[in-house]
């Protein structure tokens, strides 16, 4: 079990990343930046905690390749098992990070991104499966496409950008779930 801890890197990617999003779920919550749209007349509002879940899907992905095949053919324990169990453990504890952030400090884009987590963690798991390299490109590709063309107008997004939804709307967190559910899935059956 040490063994599995040091070479999934969770006390030296994995914690570092968590501590990083409650820092800037905590001071960043409500800072943005205009940006132009490639779809939309006006421009995008985009807040940085559109950005912070992806520090926790990159170290994900990250140390879900550091892995030891020749060590882990032999293992007693279901190292998929594991995996899945951190995997869960580090989206639940951002998750709760953000909610607790948004709670206290009425911010409702702390709270979007606990659940943004979700879906970006899911989507990242689900490209794994498909090409394992490039599993962390994938949210990163997704949240830059949803910040250019994810507004058909200012503050009203696209149905498909779901990453830009407010908080309160219920469908999109139950799709998050979903797929956050499919991406677990996809885990159970990646090499």
Known sequence: MT???????????????LAVFAVVAVSGHNQYAELPSLVAVSGNRVFLMQLAPLLITSALGYSLTQRLPEIEATARRDMRLLDAALVTAVVAAGAVASVAVGVLADAEEATMAGRNLLFLTGLMLIARRIH??????????????????????????????????????MPTLAFSLAVFAAGLGAHFTTR
Do not use: C, D, N, Y
């Open 3 to 17: 063994l599995w801890i040091k070479a999934r890197r969770t006390t030296t990617v994995i914690l570092p990343a």
């Open 132 to 169: 394992e390299q490039a599993a962390t490109v994938v949210p990163a590709a997704w949240v830059f496409v949803v910040m250019f063309v994810g507004h058909r107008s200012f503050q009203q997004p696209w149905i498909w950008a779901v990453t830009l939804h407010p908080a309160h709307v």
